[in-house]
């Protein structure tokens, strides 16, 4: 079974930073395809805010919302990504889901997974 590891929220001042954390873990043998953030505000639907794909080199993609104040980074040789988001602002304020989509096992038993964290609050306050 594959876990996500979440930390770094809180509660922020408009105009401020805070860093996001989410590891994977729990096979050895464990490939990350996509491994990133979405966020959910209440009543609505989880959106992309930022995401790896490990396939052609760690490309990012993001929100279009996020898109020049957050930045999406892998650890070098980990299963860890993080999330920088400066110039915060009041409506960035949500519940912040890890998501990864992973393969793990081999030969027969080679399976992908999605797999969501348990998400952390983030409170961006004016």
């Known amino acids: 079974q594959v876990q996500l590891v979440e930390s770094g929220g809180g509660l922020v001042q408009a105009g401020g930073s805070l860093r996001l954390s989410c590891s994977a873990s729990?096979?050895?043998?464990?490939?990350?395809?996509?491994m990133g953030w979405y966020r959910q505000f209440p009543g609505k639907e989880r959106e992309l805010v930022a995401m790896i794909l490990t396939a052609g080199g760690n490309v990012a993609r993001y929100g279009d919302s996020v898109e020049g104040r957050f930045t999406i980074s892998r650890a070098n040789g980990k299963n860890t990504v993080y999330l920088q988001m400066n110039t915060l602002q009041s409506e960035d304020t949500a519940v912040y889901y890890c998501?990864?989509?992973?393969?793990?096992?081999?030969?027969?038993?080679?399976?992908?997974?999605?797999?969501w964290g348990q998400g952390t609050l983030v409170t961006v306050s004016s």
């Open positions: 998501n990864a989509v992973v393969t793990v096992g081999a030969g027969i038993g080679l399976r992908t997974l999605e797999v």
């Open positions: 729990g096979r050895a043998a464990l490939y990350i395809n996509t």
